[in-house]
């Protein structure tokens, strides 16, 4: 069974779906959301059941978890007003949601390069193994993104799980690194987008170290949530006459 907790409550109620069986990497985005919410909301964090994949590591796993995620959630999707893919992809959960929801479903992949626009002009997005660099720059040209993404995709060399296995004072160091060497001074980024949900909570460290207003530093899980609220308050809803026609 997945672990599912809420924080806050309202009127609207939002879903966050962390795609993977790793628990601590729902406990770490409960932490950095469920004391910020919005009035008049509540919000649901899942995770994966028993038997999904632990991390997502390529495009076969994200398959596997999105029909895990899909066959448990089943009718309790018709409970929320608006939800959130954390996972740092292209991942077929968030396009087969929309089939099935009319409400917003927000991927934490678009929700910043998208707001990464409007803040500057040369994103990158620091990724977790090197096997995600070609994987990403993939999705975001399949997404029609790569004009927003033109600082390109570096890997920190973590794996997903390491960001829970290590001691997050050297995750942080390592992230802090390749963002001022590679990002700010090689490659003149202005905005920065943290490329996996398990990289929540290091973009306070990051900021840190940069000379002020440098470098806009996006954590896409914060992203995808704003993105989803504001969504949700507008009454926008996912359109059904063309690519997520419900089946």
């Given at each position: ?91 077929p959960l968030t396009h087969a949601l929309?089939?099935?929801?009319a409400y917003p479903v927000v991927s ?36 029609g993104l790569s004009g927003k993404n ?98």
């Amino acid at each position: 069974m997945p672990i599912l907790s809420t924080a806050g409550s309202g009127r609207a109620r939002l879903l966050v779906i962390n795609p993977n069986s790793t628990v601590a990497f729902t406990e770490h985005i409960a932490h950095e959301l469920g004391g910020d919410l919005p009035p008049g909301y509540e919000v649901v964090f899942y995770t994966a059941p028993v038997g999904a994949p632990a991390s997502i590591e390529g495009v076969g796993d994200s398959v596997v978890t999105a029909a895990a995620c899909l066959e448990e959630l089943g009718p309790a999707l018709g409970e929320y007003d608006g939800a959130i893919v954390a996972c740092f992809s292209n991942h077929p959960l968030t396009h087969a949601l929309r089939e099935r929801v009319a409400y917003p479903v927000v991927s934490i992949l678009e929700a910043p390069l998208l707001m990464g626009a409007q803040l500057g002009s040369h994103a990158g997005i620091l990724t977790t193994s090197p096997r995600w660099e070609s994987l990403l720059a993939h999705d975001v040209a399949a997404l029609g993104l790569s004009g927003k993404n033109t600082a390109g995709v570096v890997s920190s060399g973590f794996s997903v799980l390491d960001l829970e296995r290590k001691s997050r004072a050297e995750v942080a160091e390592r992230l802090v690194q390749i963002a001022l060497d590679e990002f700010y001074t090689r490659r003149k980024a202005d905005v920065l987008v943290l490329g996996c949900a398990g990289m929540v909570g290091f973009t306070d460290q990051i900021r840190d170290r940069l000379p002020p207003d440098s470098m806009v530093v996006l954590e896409p899980v914060r992203c995808a949530f704003e993105m989803c609220v504001a969504l949700v308050r507008s009454r926008a809803r996912t359109a059904k006459g063309g690519l997520y026609a419900t089946p």
